[in-house]
T-cell receptor
Framework: SQQGEEDPQALSIQEGENATMNCSYKTSINNLQWYRQNSGRGLVHLILIRSNEREKHSGRLRVTLDTSKKSSSLLITASRAADTASYFCATDFQTGANNLFFGTGTRLTVIP | EAQVTQNPRYLITVTGKKLTVTCSQNMNHEYMSWYRQDPGLGLRQIYYSMNVEVTDKGDVPEGYKVSRKEKRNFPLILESPSPNQTSLYFC???????????FGPGTRLTVL
C-alpha cells in the first residue's frame, strides 16, 4: 500500500503538555497534509507542507517534513481537552496519478 | 457558506438494492473524491474526479460507480451493495489534489 502510516496509533497526554505525532510514507511526494477528525465527523484540514519546505507553523501547530527520511511530524503545543481527536496525514505521490493517500491516523486524547 | 453536503447521512439497506449517495459542493472546485473509512484502515480513496466528465479509480473502486455530469455534484453509486460495503463514506472537494480538501459530514451506510 502507498498509504502513509501515523505513529503512535494512540496517544494520551495531560492538558498543557505537547503532543507529537509522526507520519511516514513510501515514495516521493508533492505535498503532505495534516487533517483532524472529531469522532465520526468529517475531516478538517490543518496544514499543508510542500516537498520543498522543511517546517511550517500555524498557531499551536508545528509541522516538519524530512523528505530524505520520508517522514513528517505534527507537534501540538500546550494541548487542550478540545484537541482530543484523530489526526491523519495525507500525501499526493509523484506517481503521475492523482490519488490522495491517507494514513490510518493517531488517536489523541487530552486529559483535562 | 462554503460547504460540501452529502445525503443521506445514515442509510440501512439490504444486499443487492441499488443506492446512490449524493455529494454537492458550492465552492466551484474542480477536484472531488469519495473515501470510505473503516476501523484500523484509515481513509481509502474510492474514486476521484478532476473535472466534469473526468473520473478515475482510487485505491478501492470495486463495487462502486461515480459520475460527474456537473461541476458541483459527484454522486456515488452502489449498483449491488454487499455487506462488506458497510462503512462510513466521505465526499471531499478541493481546487486540486494538491490543495486542502474540504470534507462533507459523512454518510454511515449499513448493508444487511
Amino acid at each position: 500500500s502507498q498509504q502513509g502510516e501515523e505513529d503512535p496509533q494512540a496517544l494520551s497526554i495531560q492538558e498543557g503538555e505537547n503532543a507529537t505525532m509522526n507520519c511516514s510514507y513510501k515514495t516521493s511526494i508533492n505535498n503532505l497534509q495534516w487533517y483532524r477528525q472529531n469522532s465520526g465527523r468529517g475531516l478538517v484540514h490543518l496544514i499543508l507542507i510542500r516537498s520543498n519546505e522543511r517546517e511550517k507553523h500555524s498557531g499551536r501547530l508545528r509541522v516538519t517534513l524530512d523528505t530524505s527520511k520520508k517522514s513528517s511530524s505534527l507537534l501540538i503545543t500546550a494541548s487542550r481537552a478540545a484537541d482530543t481527536a484523530s489526526y491523519f496525514c495525507a500525501t499526493d505521490f509523484q506517481t503521475g496519478a492523482n490519488n490522495l493517500f491517507f494514513g490510518t491516523g493517531t488517536r489523541l486524547t487530552v486529559i483535562p | 457558506e462554503a460547504q460540501v453536503t452529502q445525503n443521506p447521512r445514515y442509510l440501512i439497506t439490504v444486499t443487492g438494492k441499488k443506492l446512490t449517495v449524493t455529494c454537492s459542493q458550492n465552492m466551484n472546485h474542480e477536484y472531488m473524491s469519495w473515501y470510505r473509512q473503516d476501523p484500523g484502515l484509515g481513509l481509502r480513496q474510492i474514486y476521484y474526479s478532476m473535472n466534469v466528465e473526468v473520473t478515475d479509480k482510487g485505491d478501492v473502486p470495486e463495487g462502486y460507480k461515480v459520475s460527474r455530469k456537473e461541476k458541483r455534484n459527484f454522486p456515488l453509486i452502489l449498483e449491488s451493495p454487499s455487506p462488506n460495503q458497510t462503512s462510513l463514506y466521505f465526499c471531499a472537494s478541493s481546487l486540486s489534489e494538491y490543495n486542502e480538501q474540504f470534507f462533507g459530514p459523512g454518510t454511515r451506510l449499513t448493508v444487511l
